[in-house]
């Protein structure tokens, strides 16, 4: 019984030797060399940046498999980096921008999609010829551009932020639709750095004082502060940490009239501040209205200051010496029918 199972055995090997042996796969054309990657960006927060999916393949002339098709998967950090619609219409979700590197615009067929969960941002997109030959032989060809924002706020941006934008898969197609290896593929780095911000110096100068200190200074846009700062005893001031853009900046100080430099200053993003110089701030404005004092010196505040003559009530201490007398009265009166804010000037 043995033998006979042993002679089995031996004619199956046999014929299974004399048979020619057949791929799983169609015999197909050769392997060409494909790299998909991903270019580098860099630009300040509060701008934009640029990354392209750029796609090569190298064929054998005598043996060539060309492309028809690719698609590419990314991942990237959504903490840090946020995807520009590239054509802003809401309705089709966030798009990133089909590049004519590798077939005309008007012969492709787009598949894409841009997510965003859990902290991770995911892109895929997939470009194929609907009509016209195949591509045999092209280096770093652009299917698309990725437009990216920084999700943070940039005035809390200290340091550089760096997001890996992953190819973490990648296909290729001929036009028979059959798969087409991808032998690299090459991840970028998108970074951005904090906005270059400006600042704003100068001085300020109480009337009838000899320490400045306790002004407030401001930086407003459009109705809103951005930035304020006090005086110190000289009456300098620095504004710092402001973004590139126009500013209105006021001085005011409880007893004087408001200074305003109201031409607008230009502020650039760079180490040297813009020098706004001195103003000097008039004094007598004591009077209380609704909610404080009005920004004008009249009747009301000779009055008020004159009723609390070397009295306890210090709220007409124009001069801040802790005393209500004929210092704080003469400001009042040379300054009579005056209004703020005045000109942001040592001669207002």
Same mark, same amino acid.
């Given at each position: 019984?043995?033998?006979?199972?042993?002679?089995?055995?031996?004619?199956?090997?046999?014929?299974?030797?004399?048979?020619?042996?057949?791929?799983?796969?169609?015999? %197909?054309?050769?392997?060409?060399?494909?790299?998909?990657?991903?270019?580098?960006? /860099?630009?300040?927060?509060?701008? +934009?940046?640029?990354?392209?999916?750029?796609?090569?393949? !190298?064929?054998?002339?005598?043996?060539?498999?060309?492309?028809?098709?690719?698609?590419?998967?990314?991942?990237?950090?959504?903490?840090?980096?946020?995807?520009?619609?590239?054509?802003?219409?809401?309705?089709? %979700?966030?798009?990133?921008?089909?590049?004519? #590197?590798?077939?005309?615009?008007?012969?492709?067929?787009?598949?894409?999609?841009?997510?965003?969960?859990?902290? +991770?941002?995911?892109?895929?997109?997939?470009?194929?010829?609907?009509?016209?030959?195949?591509?045999?032989? $092209? +280096?770093?060809?652009?299917?698309?551009?990725?437009?990216?924002?920084?999700?943070?706020?940039?005035?809390?941006?200290?340091?550089?932020?760096?997001?890996?934008?992953?190819?973490?898969?990648?296909?290729?197609?001929? !036009?028979?639709? *059959?798969?087409?290896?991808?032998?690299?593929?090459?991840?970028? +780095?998108?970074?951005?750095? %904090?906005?270059?911000?400006?600042?704003?110096?100068?001085?300020?100068?109480?009337?009838?004082?000899?320490?400045? /200190?306790?002004?407030?200074?401001?930086?407003?846009?459009?109705?809103?502060? $951005?930035?304020?700062?006090?005086?110190?005893?000289?009456?300098?001031?620095?504004?710092?940490?402001?973004?590139?853009?126009? *500013?209105?900046? *006021?001085?005011?100080?409880?007893?004087?009239?408001?200074?305003?430099?109201?031409?607008? $200053?230009?502020?650039?993003? #760079?180490?040297?501040?813009?020098?706004?110089?001195?103003?000097?701030?008039?004094?007598?404005?004591? !009077?209380?209205?609704?909610?404080?004092?009005?920004?004008?010196?009249?009747?009301?505040?000779?009055?008020?200051?004159?009723?609390?003559?070397?009295?306890?009530?210090?709220?007409?201490?124009?001069? %801040?010496?802790?005393?209500?007398?004929?210092?704080?009265?003469?400001?009042?009166?040379?300054?009579? #029918?005056?209004?703020?804010?005045?000109?942001?000037?040592?001669?207002?």
């Amino acid at each position: 019984m043995r033998v006979v199972k042993e002679l089995v055995l031996a004619l199956v090997v046999a014929t299974l030797m004399a048979v020619p042996v057949v791929s799983a796969f169609a015999a %197909g054309p050769g392997d060409p060399d494909t790299t998909v990657r991903v270019t580098d960006a /860099s630009f300040s927060c509060g701008e +934009t940046g640029t990354s392209q999916i750029l796609v090569s393949i !190298a064929n054998d002339p005598t043996d060539p498999r060309p492309l028809h098709g690719v698609e590419v998967h990314l991942y990237y950090d959504a903490t840090k980096l946020r995807v520009v619609d590239a054509d802003g219409d809401p309705s089709n %979700g966030v798009q990133i921008a089909p590049e004519d #590197g590798l077939f005309p615009l008007d012969e492709q067929v787009v598949v894409q999609e841009v997510d965003v969960a859990t902290g +991770t941002g995911t892109i895929i997109f997939a470009v194929s010829r609907k009509e016209g030959a195949s591509v045999q032989d $092209v +280096t770093d060809a652009a299917i698309a551009t990725i437009t990216w924002e920084a999700v943070a706020d940039c005035a809390e941006v200290t340091e550089e932020m760096c997001s890996e934008v992953s190819v973490v898969d990648a296909l290729m197609s001929d !036009a028979e639709g *059959y798969a087409i290896t991808v032998d690299t593929t090459q991840s970028g +780095t998108v970074c951005y750095e %904090g906005e270059e911000l400006g600042c704003i110096t100068g001085s300020v100068q109480l009337q009838g004082r000899y320490d400045h /200190s306790g002004a407030t200074v401001v930086a407003e846009k459009d109705g809103l502060i $951005v930035a304020l700062t006090a005086t110190d005893s000289a009456g300098y001031f620095t504004l710092e940490n402001l973004p590139p853009d126009t *500013y209105e900046v *006021y001085a005011e100080m409880y007893g004087y009239l408001d200074a305003l430099k109201g031409s607008g $200053v230009l502020v650039e993003g #760079g180490e040297e501040c813009i020098e706004l110089g001195a103003t000097k701030l008039l004094g007598g404005d004591v !009077a209380p209205q609704d909610p404080g004092p009005d920004n004008a010196i009249d009747i009301s505040d000779i009055t008020y200051i004159a009723f609390r003559f070397r009295g306890a009530d210090m709220t007409a201490d124009v001069n %801040g010496d802790g005393v209500v007398n004929i210092l704080d009265l003469t400001m009042a009166a040379a300054n009579f #029918g005056r209004v703020g804010p005045t000109p942001w000037s040592m001669t207002p």
